[in-house]
């Protein structure tokens, strides 16, 4: 069975950090794209990192030098390291498993994320 699970979430203040993880099963991982997205109520999702299967890693500007994302291949996980968090992170975080050359995707049900004070 191919399961997305995403853990980590929760409620921080402005400037604090969190880390996400995701946990992948049923799939072979070190062949996907693994990505982080966000939708926030009334908002469309949006990309927040993607990193390739070779470890390359692509931010959204609104999140470059506050987040960090690694891949474990060993364990199947990547982890967004989620610093100097703002209220406009506030958003339900979803992990995504793509590999385009097949067409499979797959998504977990999502961890909320929400920055206040």
């Known amino acids: 069975q191919k399961q997305i699970v995403e853990s980590g979430g929760g409620l921080v203040q402005p400037g604090g950090s969190l880390r996400l993880s995701c946990q992948a099963s049923g799939i072979v991982f070190e062949t996907f794209d693994m990505g982080w997205y966000r939708q926030a109520p009334g908002k469309q999702r949006d990309l927040v990192v993607i990193i390739t299967r070779s470890g390359t890693t692509t931010y959204a500007d609104s999140v470059k030098g506050r987040f960090v994302l690694s891949r474990d291949n060993a364990k ?4 967004l ?31 909320q994320v929400t920055v206040s004070s």
């Open 76 to 79: 199947n996980m990547v982890h």
């Open 81 to 111: 390291q989620m610093n100097s968090l703002k209220p406009e992170d506030t958003a339900v975080y979803y992990c995504n498993a793509n590999r385009d050359w097949t067409g499979n995707t797959y998504w977990g049900q999502g961890t």
